[in-house]
């Protein structure tokens, strides 16, 4: 997940490959609730690991549920059997609503017969979303229910610590218009206790969303309770109503999140060897209502295919074509309607949409303020939204789009980055996507390409000991970039030369013939980086590299033509979406002569020589500033003076003397550098 304060988008040209999708967010904390609520334990398959579950998990733990991870990726999670075994707690549900809303209703209930005392807060947002319609119906329970905040929205206090008896006589009345998780959440804590009378639920209003009650029906059915749906408003859950676990059971593909691969599908033209998208983990037999966003892009153009499990999209009629469309059966996925409309040849109108207005964010109001960044003009309704593309690929705007701390507004909008202007699209505050998708970003890159002049790249070069690596490493966590340490490379040559016995003294260099071999080797080299870590031909040599004799041995290799030759595919490897910080002696110059930045690090000597003292030092390893010194500046002798690429600024480099300056006034003066040349810089909200 992409922890950085903003994501910069390169423009994106084509797509094509594999996606498989995380687990959804609605099935994941249904069952979690189903399975504690059920006597015995229950092993949950695929669940989804993100923000709303982790809370969800945090939750059960307190209450005393103890779930458990098995060998196999699943989760045990072990029941109460409808029993409060923990009868106080404070929980914290953060945004989640799927949390808040089905905890509240479960644990009145069980609190207000069982005499408990519970109570339920979230992030401040979480403290703005309505609640009142569901407090109202528990409290015709009889249920104690008070709001510690504004009335009718958490935080929430449940029960008193008095066990009493229900009001379970009268049908239940809940309002249907606001959100479904209020009936959800109903329907998942009424079977706790339905045991001697049938209980009925009559719902006030149109009841939007129903494709999520669909699915906790479907739910509530695999643990053993059959809810009698009579009409479209009056639900009945059976008297004798028992939770009973399946054992074992999995966890759909999110369809919500498929939204956005289908609409990739739709929009970008295949990458050379491919057909288009194929999403793993949901398919057209899926229990959740978003499948039916397969319908809406089939009718703005996407061409579709798929099985019980597996979806097959490609771009079909380009431009796509503008609908007029009532989203009340996808209120979450229509947002992804939103940016495909963009792309679309007319106006798109999207109805029945007020749901948007309660969600993480009001996403009406966002979506509109955001589409109209990029050049589109936007009608915004009560419940609706009219969207009129850019006329032409001039009239696309460069974008720095506010995510809300709203998941889905950050997923939807990337998709902007096909816009035909290639713009680039910055998504701010991107480790929101960590409420349902938390590799949101990574997946994307995965499928997707650029131009290899649209990939930024940012060069930190100079002399040995300068801190290129540790300039170049906070650069890139700072950005969301790929890392190319050019040195590891070449110390992996000198590591894997003495693992061959092949000399790198400097004589045998000189040499033809083994200069030959050594560039032969560097073109063999296996190797992968992953993390903090360095294999090569699978083993771990991360440590190795560190040593003076790896360092000393880099050196000399690095003056070799054949090795610098063999090497040079592999470094263009590392230039990949979404950027690419590399840092070395020859980046900016030699390897990525068009970097949009290129900073040529240095300092004097004697710091330098200082420095590498105290790392030595600090580790253990007795030293001498004095054979230090010179070692430097040998190294700085023969990497300036070699004939191949000898060490020097690029013409067009940015000098940066850190002899006095902290990493973190090195880090920022970059990256103030790096945002001069940015097309956000004019309108950035965010700075790293």
Not at 360 to 381: I, S, Y
Not at 500 to 517: I, M, N, V, Y
Request: aromatic share 6%; proline share 6%; hydrophobic share 45%.
């Amino acid at each position: 997940m992409y922890a950085t304060s903003f994501l910069d988008i390169p423009p994106l040209a084509s797509a094509g490959g594999v996606v498989r999708l995380p687990g959804s967010k609605s099935i994941s904390n249904r069952l979690l609730l189903l399975a504690a609520l059920s006597k015995g334990s229950t092993d949950v398959i695929d669940l989804l690991d993100s923000d709303d579950t982790q809370v969800m998990l945090q939750a059960l733990h307190q209450l005393g549920c103890a779930p458990q991870p098995l060998a196999d990726g699943s989760l045990r999670v072990n029941g109460l059997g409808g029993q409060l075994t923990v009868k106080q707690a404070t929980l914290f549900l953060g945004n989640a609503g799927t949390a808040m809303r089905p905890l509240t209703a479960a644990l009145a209930l069980l609190a207000t017969e069982q005499g408990g005392v519970f109570e339920l807060s979230g992030v401040p947002r979480m403290h703005e979303r309505p609640i009142g319609d569901l407090v109202d119906a528990l409290r015709q329970l009889g249920c104690p229910v008070t709001c510690l905040g504004q009335a009718g929205y958490p935080p929430l206090r449940l029960g008193d610590g008095q066990a009493k008896p229900l009001q379970l006589e009268t049908a239940i009345r809940v309002r249907g218009d606001v959100s479904s998780q209020f009936l959800t959440a109903l329907l998942l804590a009424l079977p706790l206790v339905a045991r001697s009378q049938d209980v009925v639920i009559d719902v006030v209003g149109e009841l939007i969303s129903r494709p999520y009650i669909d699915i906790t029906l479907n739910l509530l059915a695999r643990f053993g309770v059959q809810v009698r749906a009579e009409g479209a408003s009056r639900f009945v859950i059976p008297a004798g109503s028992r939770y009973t676990s399946p054992g074992r059971i999995a966890v759909e593909g999110d369809a919500s999140s498929a939204s956005y691969f289908i609409a990739l599908g739709a929009v970008a033209p295949p990458r050379s060897g491919h057909t288009g998208i194929t999403i793993e983990g949901v398919g057209l037999s899926s229990i959740q209502g978003d499948i039916r966003f397969v319908e809406a892009a089939r009718a703005m153009g996407a061409d579709i295919t798929g099985e019980d499990n597996r979806l097959h999209i490609r771009r079909g009629s380009w431009p796509l074509k503008a609908i007029d469309l009532d989203c009340n059966h996808i209120p979450d996925a229509a947002m992804t309607l939103a940016v495909m409309a963009l792309y679309a040849e007319g106006t798109t109108t999207l109805r029945n949409i007020a749901s948007w207005r309660v969600k993480e964010t009001d996403r009406l109001t966002a979506m509109a303020v955001e589409c109209r960044k990029l050049g589109a003009v936007v009608e915004e309704g009560a419940d609706f939204l009219r969207i009129t593309p850019p006329v032409k690929a001039s009239d696309w705007k460069p974008a720095s789009i506010h995510t809300y701390d709203d998941h889905r507004v950050a997923m939807c909008f990337s998709l902007a980055a096909f816009n035909p202007a290639q713009q680039p699209v910055r998504i701010e505050d991107p480790k929101c996507v960590g409420k349902t998708f938390p590799d949101y970003f990574e997946a994307l890159f995965g499928v997707c390409e650029a131009q290899p002049h649209h990939i930024p790249v940012l060069c930190v070069d100079g002399p040995t000991a300068s801190g290129k690596g540790t300039l170049a490493a906070e650069l890139a966590r700072h950005l969301g970039y790929h890392l190319l340490d050019s040195g590891a490379l070449y110390r992996l040559v000198g590591l894997a030369a003495e693992r061959a016995g092949l000399s790198t003294a400097t004589a045998d260099l000189a040499e033809p013939a083994q200069a030959d071999r050594l560039g032969k080797l560097a073109t063999d080299l296996q190797v992968r980086f992953t993390g903090e870590r360095i294999l090569l031909d699978g083993s771990d040599v991360s440590e190795d590299l560190r040593s003076e004799a790896a360092g000393m041995a880099a050196s000399r290799v690095s003056a070799v033509p054949q090795v610098r030759a063999a090497l040079l595919a592999l470094q263009h490897s590392f230039q990949q979406l979404p950027g690419l910080v590399a840092d070395g002696r020859d980046m900016g110059t030699v390897i990525f002569p068009d970097a949009q930045l290129k900073v040529f690090l240095t300092a004097s000597a004697e710091q330098r020589a200082m420095r590498r003292y105290k790392q030595l030092i600090s580790k253990g390893i007795a030293a001498n500033i004095d054979p230090l010194l010179a070692d430097l500046r040998a190294r700085d002798e023969r990497d300036s003076s070699r004939s191949h690429a000898p060490l020097k600024p690029a013409e067009d480099a940015l000098m940066l003397d850190n002899s006095s300056l902290s990493v973190e006034q090195s880090v920022q003066q970059v990256l103030s550098w790096w945002q001069s040349k940015s097309v956000f810089q004019a309108t950035d909200r965010t700075t790293p």
